[in-house]
């Protein structure tokens, strides 16, 4: 169980929700990261645009990105 509790959608900057909702179509579920760093706009705003950066500068294309992310994540014990 989580220590920290996310956003909720209605509290959520329109930002956040456009990351939530695509979030939701490509995996499933709002990921918990975003929902937590959702409630300070600033910091979410920072993190996103990390990622965003590194995945537009990716040396690895999309789909091989994904697979190698399940694989990780299968040997680390994470559950879908």
Not at 19 to 37: D, K, M, P, W
Not at 66 to 72: G, I, T
Request: net charge positive; proline share 4%.
């Amino acid at each position: 169980m989580a220590r920290i509790s996310g956003v909720a959608r209605e509290e959520a900057s329109p930002e956040a929700r456009r990351v939530f909702e695509r979030q939701e179509q490509f995996y499933g579920a709002v990921l918990h990261n975003h929902a937590v760093l959702a409630r300070r706009p600033a910091i979410f705003r920072g993190f996103r645009a990390m990622w965003d950066g590194l995945e537009e500068d990716a040396l690895l294309p999309a789909r091989l990105r994904d697979l190698l992310n399940l694989k990780v994540a299968t040997l680390i014990g994470c559950g879908l």
